[in-house]
T-cell receptor
Framework: GDSVTQTEGPVTVSESESLIINCTYSATSIAYPNLFWYVRYPGEGLQLLLK?????QKGSSRGFEATYNKETTSFHLQKASVQESDSAVYYCALGDSPNTGYQNFYFGKGTSLTVIP | AQTIHQWPVAEIKAVGSPLSLGCTIK??????LYWYWQATGGTLQQLFY??????VESVVQLNLSASRPKDDQFILSTEKLLLSHSGFYLCAWSPTGDSDYTFGSGTRLLVI
């Protein structure tokens, strides 16, 4: 089936350290999957952090990066130096094509990140 | 600018009691609307979607129902809650045929 697996949380990192949250996907029924990272800050809704719709491409936002790797079916989220304000829950998601008129997402369980000063 | 508002923020309800969760989108006409749900320890999964007012499609059967009485309003409800309904409910919208979702801040539901 179609699914996403990501790093189990919670994850605790010290400020200015590097971060990687692993994400792998299975897209058996989606011909051209789109990949996303969403973030949920405390008390807020899910926000799109970055998305990549073409295999081999890299997306970046707010210092975070993720590369769509079709060979390893991965979309790991990385940041070279985290800040306390990055503390949030991060969701990796797989989206099917919007050409049908609507899109469904397959989310990972979310990874809770706490950055300690 | 478009805004999405979900209510209530949190609920504690008894098994067998009714439930109604609301979602309103302002500043965008004819959006696609979605309900998502995440059980504790589970993944976010799409429950319903609606492409137009009055039409709602069910994606996952959970003894819940959804309605879109107005273009900007999406309601999730049930007449009898189950313990398994506990979790986090998210409403979202997207422009028709576009992949960019905007999510609400969610409703946390505990059924006891």
């Amino acid at each position: 089936g179609d699914s996403v697996t990501q790093t189990e949380g919670p994850v605790t990192v010290s400020e200015s350290e590097s971060l990687i949250i692993n994400c792998t996907y299975s897209a058996t029924s989606i011909a051209y999957p789109n990949l996303f990272w969403y973030v949920r800050y405390p008390g807020e809704g899910l926000q799109l952090l970055l998305k990549v719709i073409t295999a081999g491409q890299k997306g970046s936002s707010r210092g975070f990066e993720a590369t769509y790797n079709k060979e390893t079916t991965s979309f790991h989220l990385q940041k070279a130096s985290v800040q306390e304000s990055d503390s949030a829950v991060y969701y990796c998601a797989l989206g099917d094509s919007p050409n049908t008129g609507y899109q469904n997402f397959y989310f990972g369980k979310g990874t809770s990140l706490t950055v300690i000063p | 600018a478009q805004t999405i508002h979900q209510w209530p923020v949190a609920e504690i309800k008894a098994v067998g009691s009714p439930l109604s969760l609301g979602c309103t989108i302002k500043g965008k006409s004819s959006p696609n609307l979605y309900w998502y749900w995440q059980a504790t320890g589970g993944t976010l999964q799409q429950l319903f979607y609606s492409i137009t007012v009055g039409q709602v499609e069910s994606v996952v059967q959970l003894n819940l129902s959804a309605s879109r009485p107005k273009d900007d309003q999406f309601i999730l409800s049930t007449e009898k809650l189950l313990l398994s309904h506990s979790g986090f409910y998210l409403c979202a919208w997207s422009p028709t045929g576009d992949s960019d979702y905007t999510f609400g801040s969610g409703t946390r539901l505990l059924v006891i």
